[in-house]
């Protein structure tokens, strides 16, 4: 298994403003992954995060929005820029592993996020 | 059209009872089925895969049906520790670990 932690665990913020969230897992993977979790909804992939390069965007996400870095391959960190409302959310990490039951993923406990 | 579709639920069910969710998917070339669970305020976690043959895990049975993009999931002999949310997971390449979730079917076991 994998564990996964993220920083800072909830946060309150104004419009317009910027917040990098941070993902440190505690041993080395080689698949990082950030997924958004709007109110009443499941998950929705962001963009994986690949080390030593820029991230890999879904579609409806940009990098100018949701910068992305991967410095080494136990740490990630996402930046939610200039806020709105609609940006309340879980964001969470995850990553991918090899392993008996093939290639599962785990996720960090996410960070609560509050746009007013 | 969703890609992984759930019935939202919620399912209230009493200690005991048996409780099946299904989920259906859009695309025909997935390779690679799971059923999460996410308690409130929590991480999803992986409850099962899915195998074409079908599979149990105690209490849980997963099946997987190709022809009709179809994945159920049955929990026998309900818990009220099972109350959380059920996530239908689907993996389009195998050698990908990008997932899709479905919006979940919320189940609340009551005493």
């Known amino acids: 298994s994998a564990v996964i932690s993220q920083k800072p665990s909830r946060d309150i913020c104004q419009r317009g403003t910027s917040l990098t969230i941070q993902c440190q897992v505690d041993s080395q993977v080689t698949m990082m992954f950030w997924y958004r979790q709007q109110p009443g909804q499941s998950l929705t992939l962001i963009a994986t995060?690949?080390?030593?390069?820029?991230?890999?965007?879904e579609s409806g996400f940009v990098i100018d929005k949701f910068p992305i870095s991967r410095p080494n391959l136990t740490f990630s960190t996402l930046t939610v820029s200039n806020m709105s409302p609609e940006d309340s959310s879980i964001y969470l990490c995850?990553?991918?592993?090899?392993?008996?039951?093939?290639?599962?993923?785990?996720f960090g406990p996410g960070t609560r996020l509050t746009v007013l | 059209r969703k890609e992984v579709e759930q019935d939202p639920g919620p399912f209230n069910v009493p200690e005991g009872a048996t409780v099946a969710f299904n989920c259906t998917y859009s695309?025909?070339?997935?390779?690679?089925f799971f059923w999460y669970r996410q308690d409130c305020r929590k991480e999803p976690k992986l409850l099962m895969s899915?195998?074409?043959s079908g599979n149990e895990d105690g209490r849980f049975t997963a099946q997987l049906n190709r022809a009709s993009q179809y994945i159920s999931l049955l929990i026998r002999d309900s818990k009220l520790s099972d109350s959380a949310t059920y996530l239908c997971v689907v993996r389009v390449v195998d050698s990908s670990y990008k997932l899709i979730f479905g919006s979940g079917t919320r189940l609340l076991v009551r005493p």
């Open positions: 899915v195998y074409s």
């Open positions: 995060a690949n080390q030593g390069s820029e991230a890999t965007y």
């Open positions: 995850s990553v991918g592993k090899a392993g008996g039951r093939g290639n599962e993923q785990f």
């Open positions: 695309n025909s070339a997935s390779q690679s």
